[in-house]
T-cell receptor, first 113, second 114 residues
């Protein structure tokens, strides 16, 4: 099973809402990632988790709050987002010793109104 | 500075024709090189990777890529394109430090004419 599952597929939220994106993998990977992707652009790394601990935060605004409850799950909590945060949010996972080999989910298409 | 350049923003080929997508990189150490494909509304799928050894690597879906150190290139090729190959293609480079930080090119959109 080489699948990374993301829910929901689509999300529309207002600027005062609180919502969460979920990501799950069952490949036994101990590294997980959040990326943001705008249309016609490459993915931009946001966060990296290794062994359920945050190892990289690419200076992401605090209105994005990641959480890794266990080795299979990764959440991204959203609060007080701006319209410019509308994008495709991708989750990925990889073996801990081969972080370059990342497997991506299909993403959550987020629209902030 | 580390960077990846995909010179072609958009390429159109006829179905059955051969394909070459270009990728040039700038990286101080030994690069780990990747090609990803992204179909509309989907995530990225790893097509192939190069770490070391044979400079011609085979990937999924009939794709191959050749690493040329002297030209700092890692071009993707396919001998006969299928309509289902229409997608966005990203070249990426990673380092041996194993941080998980991949540097992506800007992508090439492939359109396939019937």
């Amino acid at each position: 099973d080489t699948e990374v599952t993301q829910t929901p597929k689509h999300l529309v939220m207002g600027m005062t809402n609180k919502k969460s994106l979920k990501c799950e993998q069952h490949m036994g990977h101990r590294a997980m990632y959040w990326y943001k992707q705008k249309a016609k652009k490459p993915p931009e790394l946001m966060f990296v988790y290794s062994y359920e601990k945050l190892s990289i935060n690419e200076s992401v605004p605090s209105r994005f709050s990641p959480e890794c409850p266990n080795s299979s799950l990764l959440n991204l909590h959203l609060h007080a987002l701006q319209p410019e945060d509308s994008a495709l949010y991708l989750c990925a996972s990889s073996p801990l010793l081969a972080k370059n080999i990342q497997y991506f989910g299909a993403g959550t298409r987020l629209s902030v109104l | 500075a580390q960077s990846v350049t995909q010179p072609d923003i958009h390429i159109t080929v006829s179905e059955g024709a051969s394909l070459e997508l270009r990728c040039n990189y700038s990286y101080g150490a030994t690069p780990y090189l990747f090609w990803y494909v992204q179909s509309p509304g989907q995530g990225l799928q790893l097509l192939l990777k190069y770490f070391s050894g044979d400079t011609l690597v085979q990937g999924i879906k009939g794709f191959e890529a050749e690493f040329k150190r002297s030209q700092s290139s890692f071009n993707l090729r396919k001998p006969s394109v299928h309509w289902s190959d229409a997608a966005e293609y990203f070249c990426a480079v990673g380092g041996s430090s194993n941080t998980g930080k991949l540097i992506f090119g800007q992508g090439t959109t492939l359109q396939v004419k019937p």
